[in-house]
């Protein structure tokens, strides 16, 4: 049993419920004891890694559940493989600690593997329109200027040139698209959701690609509650609503 013991005391020590007697014993041998020492910290590893990821959502139950099923195959497979006479003798709570910190492992290695918002990057759906805005007999600067720019992704210049432009007409809602794409490249979020949201709230054929834009945006930032958000409010006849399914999907 004194394995079984350990396990608690180790479970009691995190919860901080060790007597001050007992939680100095503990913590002496944790400095001296090097096995000791790493088991603590796998424990912990494990644990903290399971309470990141699964903090506010449901999976927690549905992770306790299959701990549970998992713990009942490797019970039920040792019971078919050991002797019943023997199976007397070895008492089950001898190989639970075993069982359940595999199975925490596994499962945290899997989640972690398999999770698919660690998937999701940000440069595989951010295939920008190409800008257009210089018409036949136009020569305008900085329209040539922004249009190459941000056709050649110098999005630094794109963003300057295209607040020049905003500066002569504040109304253009496509350049205010366009600038918060440049702004959004940059990570800077803050003025690049503002505008996107500004657009999203008017009334122009610019609204959806605003929306796809804000969605990439909270993506980028790994804000994926938001980016979940924004992206389930995109009607059916967007054009970028087949990607934001695939993302949503992932969500």
């Keep these: 049993m004194k394995k079984e013991i350990e396990y608690l005391i180790i479970e009691k020590y995190l919860q901080k419920e060790l007597e001050t007697e007992a939680l100095l014993n503990f913590e002496k041998k944790l400095k001296e004891n ?13 644990n903290n890694t399971l309470t990141s990821r699964f903090s506010n959502y449901k999976e927690e139950n549905d992770l306790r559940n299959t701990l549970e099923d998992l713990g009942a195959i490797h019970i039920n497979n040792i019971e078919k493989v050991i002797p019943e006479k023997e199976v007397k003798v070895f008492s089950l709570m001898k190989y639970s600690k075993y069982l359940v910190a595999a199975s925490l492992v596994l499962f945290a290695s899997l989640v972690w593997m398999n999770n698919d918002k660690n998937s999701l990057n940000y440069n595989d759906y951010a295939n920008h329109d190409t800008l257009e805005l210089v018409v036949r007999g136009n020569n305008n600067t900085h329209l040539l200027k922004a249009e190459k720019a941000f056709n050649t992704q110098n999005y630094v210049l794109a963003q300057s040139e295209l607040e020049l432009l905003l500066q002569e007409d504040a109304t253009k809602v496509e350049l205010q698209l366009y600038l918060a794409i440049c702004l959004v490249e940059q990570n800077k979020f803050e003025l690049a959701d503002s505008i996107l949201t500004k657009i999203i709230k008017g009334n122009t054929i610019y609204k959806n690609k605003a929306i796809w834009n804000l969605g990439l945006s909270k993506l980028k930032q790994k804000d994926y509650p938001s980016c979940k958000t924004v992206l389930t409010s995109l009607p059916k006849s967007a ?3 087949t990607q934001a399914a695939k993302i949503l999907k992932k969500l």
Excluded at 34 to 46: G, H, M, S, T, W
């Design 239 to 241: 054009d970028d609503y």
């Design 34 to 46: 090097v096995d000791f020492a790493k088991e603590v910290a796998l424990y912990i590893e494990v």
